[in-house]
């Protein structure tokens, strides 16, 4: 059966964010803004306080070996991920903005003011006690969701690809679920703990996982990273 396929996302506030959230009944207490760079005095004109972090980064064959490897080294060592981390697997082609936003949201529901008739919310509410796996295809037959996904898609500042393009961009979420810093990405098996994170040092924590993406491909410049702030 060939798989579910919906036209890819710009990592562009405007698209990925203020329009997006509007359109899934979300109240504007919260807003996606570019992080311009990663030094401190770029840092410190994002405002704050920040509760999530979008990285868009090239998937290379680089990546993919440590995608591999890092997946080894926690199914044999193991690690601690709070049982309150919303998660979702990816099954979808070009999903990855979109899941990212829900991981995002999902993560933090308890600060988000969401619209009575909000179809975020009931997807939410109605996923919260799936697997990961359940909320992937869940996602598959949402057509609220998937109907703002296109119209966002159609409003990037680059024409959006066919829908049948190759894209090796990805995006995934970054989220602080008590104290910990995960990384969610529905191409993975699972949540990736970073480690210990606050409130105040969420933002600076984030952007040192951002750092090692681009470390492990310095020839690469196709990185991007939005921020949810308070508005």
Known sequence: MEPHRWLP??????????????????????????????????????????????????????????????????????????????????????????????????????????????????????????TPEERAKYLETYEAIRVTHESSAHEGQTEAPSIDEKVDLHFIALVNVGGHLYELDGRKPFPINHGETSDDSFLEDAIEVCKKFMERDPEELRFNAIALSAA
Request: proline residues 5%; hydrophobic residues 40%.
């Open 9 to 130: 996302l710009e990592a562009n506030p405007d698209v990925s964010g203020r329009g997006f959230l509007k359109q899934l009944g979300i109240h504007p207490d919260w807003q996606f803004v570019d992080v311009y760079g990663m030094e401190p005095e770029l840092l410190s004109m994002v405002p704050r306080p920040v509760c999530a972090v979008l990285l868009l980064f090239p998937i290379t064959e680089k990546y993919e070996t440590f995608r591999t490897e890092e997946e080894e080294r926690i199914k044999a060592k193991g690690q601690d991920v709070k049982s309150s981390v919303y998660f979702m697997k990816q099954t979808i082609n070009n999903a990855c903005g979109t899941i990212g936003l829900i991981h995002a949201i999902a993560n933090n529901r308890d600060k988000m003011n969401f619209e009575t008739n909000s179809s975020l919310k009931k997807f939410l509410e109605d996923s919260l006690s799936m």
